[in-house]
Nanobody, 122 residues
Framework: QVQLEESGGGLVQAGGSLRLSCVVSGRPFPNYAMGWFRQAPGKEREFVAG????????GYADSVKGRFTISRDNAKNTAYLQMNSLKPEDTAVYYCASGRVFSTAAGQYGYWGQGTQVTVSS
């Protein structure tokens, strides 16, 4: 059974930083791309960042470019999202997802975590 478990969310002041982690079990982690998505209240889920299976390719939403960094450690079956210079508009539930190829489309990811809340106060 494939499981994705996020951690690292919390409450932070604007300008602060958080690092989210996503541990994957039940499938060969290095073979799959990883993505981070977020969903704010009343809004649709949106792509935040993605990384290819090798880590050689990454992509970001325009709203987070230069502030967020996605990475992965295949030896630890873990993907990360380093979030710096956080803004109140980054407040959302953040989800990690696993898929066969790197994509900005949520539909390309077959497995999802339960999400972790990130709240940025002004």
């Amino acid at each position: 059974q494939v499981q994705l478990e996020e951690s690292g969310g919390g409450l932070v002041q604007a300008g602060g930083s958080l690092r989210l982690s996503c541990v994957v079990s039940g499938r060969p982690f290095p073979n799959y791309a990883m993505g981070w998505f977020r969903q704010a209240p009343g809004k649709e889920r949106e792509f935040v960042a993605g990384i290819s299976w090798s880590g050689s390719s990454t992509g970001y939403a325009d709203s987070v470019k230069g502030r967020f960094t996605i990475s992965r450690d295949n030896a630890k079956n873990t993907a990360y999202l380093q979030m710096n210079s956080l803004k109140p508009e980054d407040t959302a539930v953040y989800y990690c997802a696993s898929g066969r190829v790197f994509s900005t489309a949520a539909g390309q990811y077959g497995y999802w975590g339960q999400g972790t809340q990130v709240t940025v106060s002004s």
